[in-house]
């Protein structure tokens, strides 16, 4: 190693030649070629046309003087139409300009057809059109053997898209004659369908269309079945007008929260990412954990929760932070297995850490109507555990392989790291304040996206300053002039923005700042390719449950379990959750199995945040579990170790996660919910002592897992650690009580056994 450990740096070095993403097995990048420009112009729109309609402004009333922001639109568009007529007349390259223009064009073209604020069915069809199209085209420009391929690929896109279009040109009509379809209509619907199941097999799999199309099926062959399976049975003009129109199929609210609130974070991630934050973050993370016993395993964690509350994607973390933190740990002495296994565990704990939590909590909080606020104050202890039990791990781990911190000398100093970059997470804690203040996700997401973009811009104007009593003006008066703008609207948010992007534009530096910032827009479309298509297909699930009653069938069984054995229910829901997820992406397999399973578990009586969260965990275990481990199976290039092995060792890191649900059913004060018969300081110190118990536990089952504590442990001893655990975990009475007798003489021998066997002999006397 060098003098100092640049992350940075050696995460360029241990990157691959060409990044791909595991999710979809598709290229982080968009084609060679015109065709590879036309694309990324394309997902540049659909950013453009998002931000506009999440953002809520109404562009069409007056704002200064009587203008409106639709009209100074036309001035700045005219503009650069004139503009680009000069490069056509010297005959300069103007290919990335005219696409550009076009694309911001269209995109508000989009929203001008309705005057400005565009209806929530309008913008769910056309968010899932634009990600038909950009998937289709990827497809194209990435896998399509001929040319024939490759323009049917883009084809099918420009299919998808203009069923979105279809919903968008004849929205009024639509709502006038619902319940009517035309011929046009069922045209239109079919295709959606057809389209969506072939780019979603095409981009993320068979598993899920499989899934989704079992249910489509029995929209319409279910009443063939026999009782209490069957239906009274639907039409296909029925089954399509469900599905895909309205908001009960694919444009149902998995689709809206996609199209807002998800989209807005994932954008915010990739903005984050262009300032800096990520190598910050691992910066810091190797300043604080990098000299301690097993260092590098315990970076790894640290960046991974540190990451997890800007990304919130497991996966994109493995990849993102694996490059560096894996290559790491093996040359530290890790074997090559835990590393890998240590990075998938630690990264997809971004999906359950506070604020972002893997884009679940914002549906979770729209699907039972409760606020963002009250899903993160549910998720922190739970989270916390979750990294605990990691970072116990890598310590064991590493005492039992006798492997140290690395020297001081090596490492960035954490003081002036943050003292000369602290400014890059002043978003990221904005948007907190907001969450937490009672601001609508939507508001706070909105914000901070805002004031990233305003960040990056305004370090480059910095750079160009000549005088440091300058830069301190600067920001002083960026900063003044943010807050005012953040009390007053978010309308001077986004002109702060856009007067931020005129004065980057007038310089050479600045122009290619502007330039990262469009490539973070294309970058967020691209992102959410993912998470969107799996949105609008599993609504097909949700419509299937709303169409037919098929939830209150699978509930009646469940609860018919459940009211005698609510263990045998939970257990049900965790290999339920388990199962679906080996194909399955985080998201929809939450939806499916908080579809058919929450509420019967809200019908046993756990509380309503408990029964979502319990699926959401089971839903993330299931990327580390074999055969599938999806999460395992990213970390494998980079680990150079079967995806299998890694999956064994993530499982086994991961095992103390596996209990936090089962507690927080039996003591919801783990998750920080109200509990008849409490409160006060009565119910903080339940809290207090759940949390104990919990870390205990978790603590055991975690050396009875590694086989050390402060030496190896005996085979008998693990077993004892196991049982003391189980005891402490299982909610039947007097348990708790001799849980922690043998956890305390389990303790008590291990330390007498350790002293025994390092004290000096004394030498006998004749």
Known sequence: ???????????????PAESVNPEHGLPESFGEGFWGKLLFWIAVSFSTFQIITSFGIPLDQPFFLGVSLFQIFYVVMAAWAAWLASLAVRRRGLIDGLLGWIAIAVAFG??????GSVPSQVVRAMHVGFLCLVAGAMVANHRSGSSVMHLMGWLVGFVGFAVGLYQWAFYNDLVIRAGDMTTGDLISGIAALVVLFYLVWRVMGIALPIVAGLFLAYCLFGHYLPAPLDHRGYSLDQVIEHMAFGTEGIYGTPTLVSATYIFLFILFGAFMEKAGVIDFFNDISMAVFGDKQGGPGKVCVASSALMGTVSGS?????????????PLMKRFGFPSAFAGGVEATSSMGGQIMPPVMGAVAFIMAETIDVPYSEIVKAAIIPALLYFASCYLAVHLEAGKRHLRGLPKSELPNAWTELKTKWFLIAPLGVLVYLLFAGYTPLFAGAVGLSLTVALILGTAIVTGLGTPALRVAFWIGLALVSAYSLASSVTLVVLVVAALSLWNAFSGRGRLTLQACVDAMADGARQALPVGLACAVVGIVIGTMTLTGLGTIVGTWMISIGKDNIFA???LTMIFSLILGMGIPTIPNYIITSSLAAPIL?????????SHMFVFYFGIMADLTPPVALAAFAAAPMAKESGLKIGVQAVKIALPGFVVPYMAVYDPNLMLQPVPGLEGAGYWLAVVYIVFKATLAMALWGMAAIGFFLKPLAWWERLWATVAAAL????????????FVLSALFVGYHIWKTRKASAPLTPAHS
């Open 1 to 15: 190693m060098s003098q100092s450990a640049n992350t940075s740096e050696l995460a360029q070095m241990e990157a």
């Open 110 to 115: 989009l929203v001008l057809w309705f005057g």
């Open 602 to 610: 809200l019908q046993l009586d756990v509380p309503l945040i408990v």
């Open 314 to 326: 497991g996966v994109a973390n493995v990849v993102a932070s694996g490059q560096f933190t894996i």
């Open 728 to 739: 402490l975990v299982a909610a039947i009475p007097i348990t708790d009580e001799i849980g």
């Open 569 to 571: 229910a939970l257990v």
